[in-house]
């Protein structure tokens, strides 16, 4: 009933920047969204949290990415963004949507994934 969608990823140089957006829709209608994070999940590793925002306005970052991404959201949207600067090599992986807390008019959905998109940093 609610789908995460993902989009922005790409490949880049260390250095560069990307934008990662996340919007939320559906068949039903969204209220609100507790929370929205983004997670990295690198090749052969497990899928770790990067950024996360709530709907109140607080914010937390992996001490990896910290001073170097901004997570911020529009709810009025659905919306969550990972403006990511001065990447790293070490920054690669496929980069996935949560929200958690999704109150529709359909009930209240707990967790939700998106499908990922992948973000590579060349060297």
């Known amino acids: 009933q609610v789908r995460l969608v993902e989009s922005g990823g790409g490949l880049v140089q260390a250095g560069g920047s990307l934008r990662l957006s996340c919007t939320a829709s559906?068949?039903?209608?969204?209220?609100?969204?507790?929370?929205m994070r983004w997670y990295r999940q690198a090749p052969g590793k497990q899928r770790v949290l990067v950024a996360g925002a709530t709907s109140g306005g607080s914010k937390n970052y992996a001490d990896s990415v910290k001073g170097r991404f901004t997570i911020s959201r529009d709810n009025a949207k659905n919306t969550v963004y990972l403006q990511m600067n001065s990447l790293k090599p070490e920054d690669t992986g496929v980069y996935y949507c949560?929200?958690?807390?999704?109150?529709?008019?359909?009930?209240?959905?707990?967790?939700?994934w998106g499908q990922g998109t992948q973000v590579t940093v060349s060297s």
């Open positions: 559906g068949t039903v209608s969204i209220f609100s969204i507790n929370a």
């Open positions: 949560n929200a958690e807390g999704v109150y529709t008019t359909s009930g209240v959905l707990t967790n939700d």
